[in-house]
């Protein structure tokens, strides 16, 4: 199985701040991930396939890069709406597989 | 817009078997351009990937669950289903299912989610 290993866990930030959330997997994965958003009590929503593709209807601020077995998530001017969980997927191979979550909370 | 409704039992007891079914409204599973899958999240934890299913019954399963899961489709009810037999208190979570496009760029994400049911299997 491909291991996915975010950091930080958890990230504290104010409103405007850039936050940048790592992910990197345990072998090459080439641009195989995906970016998804989860508030508390809801299902993840889908924010960025492919590293760096932004699904329709996702603010701009939101942006994803890298490739091979790195790979970051990066919000721009930090929203009271974007304080949520964060996780990364490869999508690469069977089982698909999930980062553990870096919790964005208000400073 | 496609929407997706989990429906399941909510309390279980050890050794049980779970049945859960996703209902789609707003569009067809009967398609080759997606897969529908089963995810979970244990309380407080993180999204583990179950399995999925195409409108042809092609399954791809965990290889951690795989013993004890199956997935079905049902075309005349716009459904796809999960069992997952021998239940334990490790089971417990929200259950999520969801659609997965087989596109280039997108293929095997989850776009679209249903809000998920909450199985708890306790003695």
């Known amino acids: 199985d491909i291991q996915m290993t975010q950091s930080p866990s958890s990230v504290s930030a104010s409103v405007g701040d850039r936050v940048i959330i790592s992910c990197r997997a345990s072998?090459?994965?080439?641009?195989?991930v995906a970016w998804y958003q989860q508030k508390p009590g809801k299902a993840p929503q889908l924010l960025i396939f492919a590293a760096s593709s932004l699904q329709t209807g996702v603010p701009s601020r939101f942006s994803g890069s890298g490739s091979g077995t790195d790979f970051t998530l990066t919000i721009t001017s930090l929203q009271p709406e974007d304080f949520a969980t964060y996780y990364c997927?490869?999508?690469?191979?069977?089982?698909?597989?999930f980062g553990g979550g870096t919790k964005v909370a208000i400073k | 817009q496609l929407q997706l409704q989990e429906s399941g039992p909510g309390l279980m007891k050890p050794s049980e078997t779970l049945s859960l079914t996703c209902t789609a409204s707003g569009g067809s599973i009967n398609t080759s351009r997606y897969y529908w899958g089963w995810l979970r999240q244990p309380p407080g934890k993180g999204l583990e990937w179950i399995g999925s299913?195409?409108?042809?019954?092609?399954?791809y399963y965990n290889p951690s669950l795989k013993s004890r899961v199956t997935m079905a489709v049902d075309m005349s009810k716009n459904q796809f289903s999960l069992e997952l037999n021998s239940v334990t208190a490790a089971d417990t979570a929200l259950y999520h299912c969801?659609?997965?496009?087989?596109?280039?760029?997108?293929?095997?994400?989850?776009?679209?989610w249903g809000q998920g049911t909450m199985v708890t299997v306790s003695s």
């Open positions: 969801a659609r997965l496009p087989q596109g280039h760029t997108n293929r095997d994400v989850f776009d679209i």
């Open positions: 997927q490869q999508t690469i191979n069977f089982p698909l597989t």
């Open positions: 072998q090459a994965i080439y641009s195989w």
């Open positions: 299913i195409n409108y042809s019954g092609n399954t």
